[in-house]
């Protein structure tokens, strides 16, 4: 899920919250409904950025490693390590 996905997502729930309050109240089956999918919407978020942040790092520490090794090479070609 994008950005702009979840942002658009989030604002359809808040009118939705918001009308639901105005008919039936606060604490009543539909509001608590609405909350609910507020929070799964969140947890979704959540779960695919740390999924991501994961797989960012991964990319950074192998480029590092692959540079080390690298620059290792060089050095070992050049002084005959």
Same mark, same amino acid.
């Given at each position: 899920?994008?950005?702009?996905?979840?942002?658009?997502?989030?604002?359809? +729930?808040?009118?939705? +919250?918001?009308?639901?309050?105005?008919?039936?109240?606060?604490?009543?089956?539909?509001?608590?409904?609405?909350?609910?999918?507020?929070?799964?919407?969140?947890?979704?978020?959540?779960?695919?950025?740390?999924?991501?942040?994961?797989?960012?790092?991964?990319?950074?520490?192998?480029?590092?490693?692959?540079? +080390?090794?690298?620059?290792?090479?060089?050095?070992?070609?050049?002084?005959? +390590?």
């Amino acid at each position: 899920m994008t950005d702009q996905q979840f942002l658009k997502r989030i604002i359809a +729930l808040a009118e939705k +919250l918001s009308d639901v309050t105005n008919l039936h109240g606060y604490r009543s089956p539909p509001y608590c409904a609405v909350l609910d999918e507020i929070s799964q919407l969140g947890e979704s978020i959540n779960r695919s950025r740390r999924r991501h942040s994961w797989i960012v790092y991964f990319v950074i520490i192998s480029a590092i490693v692959f540079v +080390l090794y690298l620059v290792y090479c060089l050095l070992a070609e050049g002084f005959g +390590l």
